[in-house]
C-alpha cells in the first residue's frame, strides 16, 4: 500500500511541476507552460521501444529541429508505407530466394557427403586391396621360404646318404682288401699243405693197390706199413677227409 501512495504521489508531482525539474522547461531553462502527466522509466521504456523516433520523456521540450528530424523520418516511413505491396514483393521474393538458395545448398551439401562416404568407401577399398596383396606376397613368400628349406633339407639327406653309403662301401671295399691280403699272405702255407696232402694221398692209393696185388706183406719196396698204427695225428690231419678212408680199408 505504501509502495502504491508513493507511486501516486510521484505521478502527481511529475504532472504538477513539483519535486522534480522537469516541470516543462525547455533545453533553454524556459517555461514553455505545458503540464502533462509523468510516465514512470518502464513505461517510458516500453513507449520507446515500439515508436523509437518520439522522445517520449520529453515532448514538451521537443524543438523545431528535433520535429524535422522527426520529419525525415515520418517521411521515410510514409514512402515505405506507400511502396509496401513493391516492398513486400521485393522482400518476399529475397526470403524465397534465400529459402530456395539454401534448399538448394541442403540438397547440394546432403549430395556432397553420400559422395563423400562413396569416396572414402572407395578409398577404404583400396587400401585394403592392396594391404590383402601385401599380405599375399608375403604369406607367398614364406611359403617360398618354407619350400626351398624343405629342398635344401632333402639335398642335404641325400648328400647324406651318399656320403654314408661311400663310406660304407670304402669301408666295405677295405675289409674285402684286408681278407684278400690275407688269404695271399696264407696261400704259400696252404699251397705246402696241399702238396703234402697231395703226397699222402698218392701214397695211399699206392699202398692200396700194394695190398691188393701183394697181400697183407705188402710190397717190398714200399716203405709205409699201411696196417700198423704207426700213421700219426698229424698225418690224419693233413689228410683230412680222407683219412677216414685210409683207416676203413686198413681195418680201424
Do not use: C
Request: hydrophobic share 40%; no cysteine.
Amino acid at each position: 500500500m505504501t509502495n502504491i501512495v508513493r507511486a501516486a504521489t510521484s505521478v502527481i508531482q511529475k504532472f504538477t511541476g513539483k519535486g522534480n525539474n522537469s516541470s516543462g522547461s525547455n533545453a533553454n531553462g524556459l517555461d514553455n507552460g505545458i503540464r502533462a502527466f509523468g510516465l514512470g522509466g518502464d513505461q517510458i521504456g516500453i513507449l520507446q521501444a515500439y515508436y523509437p523516433a518520439i522522445d517520449w520523456g520529453n515532448l514538451a521540450s521537443l524543438t523545431p529541429d528535433d520535429l524535422a528530424l522527426m520529419r525525415d523520418k515520418v517521411n521515410q516511413f510514409q514512402w515505405f508505407v506507400d511502396n509496401i505491396k513493391e516492398i513486400e514483393e521485393l522482400l518476399k521474393t529475397y526470403i524465397d530466394n534465400q529459402v530456395t538458395f539454401n534448399e538448394f545448398k541442403g540438397r547440394l551439401v546432403k549430395d556432397g557427403f553420400k559422395g563423400v562416404e562413396k569416396i572414402e568407401k572407395s578409398v577404404l577399398d583400396i587400401f585394403l586391396a592392396h594391404q590383402g596383396y601385401t599380405r599375399n606376397r608375403q604369406k607367398l613368400a614364406k611359403q617360398s621360404d618354407t619350400a626351398i628349406a624343405l629342398m635344401d633339407a632333402e639335398l642335404q639327406h641325400a648328400f647324406d646318404i651318399e656320403e654314408a653309403d661311400l663310406n660304407t662301401s670304402l669301408q666295405l671295399a677295405a675289409i674285402r682288401k684286408a681278407k684278400q691280403m690275407e688269404q695271399l699272405a696264407a696261400k704259400p702255407a696252404q699251397q705246402e699243405a696241399n702238396e703234402l696232402f697231395n703226397a699222402d694221398q698218392r701214397q695211399i692209393k699206392q699202398a692200396i693197390k700194394d695190398k691188393i696185388k701183394y697181400g697183407t706183406a705188402g710190397n717190398p719196396r714200399n716203405t709205409i706199413d699201411v696196417t700198423s698204427t704207426t700213421v700219426t695225428t698229424n698225418a690224419n690231419k693233413k689228410r683230412g677227409g680222407l683219412g677216414g678212408i685210409f683207416d676203413f680199408f686198413s681195418g680201424k
